[in-house]
């Protein structure tokens, strides 16, 4: 049932050598690397499982042929972790980080690694997903997201992360921007998205923690309870501003029953396993744990379901320069049609 790493891929290898010398001089008791090995799920940070003679850890570098620095920013993550940790405990402990790229090409950082279940893209073989327990498990997903986004910013110094001001517009500036340097074919939903939605943007709400990337997979589950979340992963990309930005971008995630396809699967989320909440419920479930106003929750499902087309897109672009030859990027470029088309679907229909 626990997530598991396997072999690592090829063109992702780590210099052993180099890392074992840099490790023993500054980890404190470290003496040898026992195994190196790669946990398969994402298409960003790269992800690799850590045994050493002082236990189990995880280290996280950027992927190769990467040039985005403010999404791939180890020490960033690194630095999120540290302060999350005295106020949220469902984080895993970072022990080191390091900028030094010639240490294994990039930066890097090493953290606890938290055992626990990871729902992927497909069902577990060894683990009954009944309707009831998808529900249960949707439902503690959204009401976990509700509370990240209560989290006192002030007090705790997590505004330090940003700059909630002016959030929204940076956002949906921003990401037509990465969209159009990435750009490789002409994408009918992502150019309407681009036209929309810098003459819709709303005023900035309440400012809160973003997570944006919440999903599933960025979930460790207890094992013996998979309603109770253990821990959050993949904080490359947090940041304070409106939280209904990070509500669309996991609703944008959110493929329900009948979206599922071959296309689809290799990014979906569980989410279209009978039992789940819809998006209409999980807006509302959010709406009661989080008390925000929810009115306008088609700007941020169509922001979301673009910003995704985007990452998906330049990372597709990263493919066809030849930066990584990941055979996983050779399709992404129909799941950017898949992702603008939902957005732009929402924007017409007035609804999730």
Known sequence: MLDQPTNIRSGEELDLK????????????????????????????????????????????????????????????????????????????????????????????????????ILRNQP???????????????????????????LDIEATGLIDLGKPAGYINRQVSGWIKRYRKSETDTVPGMDFLADWLPLHQPNDGAAGLIHNDYKYDNLVLNPDDLTDIKAVLDWEMCTVGDPLMDLGTTLAYWIEPGEENPLTMGVANLTWLPGNLTRREVVERYATASGRDVANVVFYYAFGAFKIGVILQQIYYRYKKGYTQDPRFAFLIELVKVFGKQGQNAVESGTV
């Open 18 to 117: 180099k890392l074992q010398a840099y490790l023993a001089g500054v980890w404190s008791g470290h003496e040898r690397i026992v195994e190196l090995k790669q946990f398969p799920g994402g298409y960003s940070n790269l992800t690799y499982a850590l045994r050493t003679n002082q236990g189990e850890y995880v280290l996280r570098r950027p992927p190769f042929g990467a040039n985005i620095k403010s999404a791939h920013d180890m020490g960033r993550e690194y630095r999120v972790l540290s302060m999350l940790q005295p106020h949220y405990k469902k984080v895993p402990q970072p022990i080191l980080r390091c900028d030094d790229d010639h240490i294994i090409g990039a930066p890097f950082y090493i953290m606890e690694r938290v055992q626990g279940v």
């Open 124 to 150: 577990p073989k060894d683990i009954d997903l009944t309707p009831e327990l998808m529900r249960a498990i949707s439902e503690a997903t959204i009401d976990n997201l509700a509370t990240l986004h209560t």
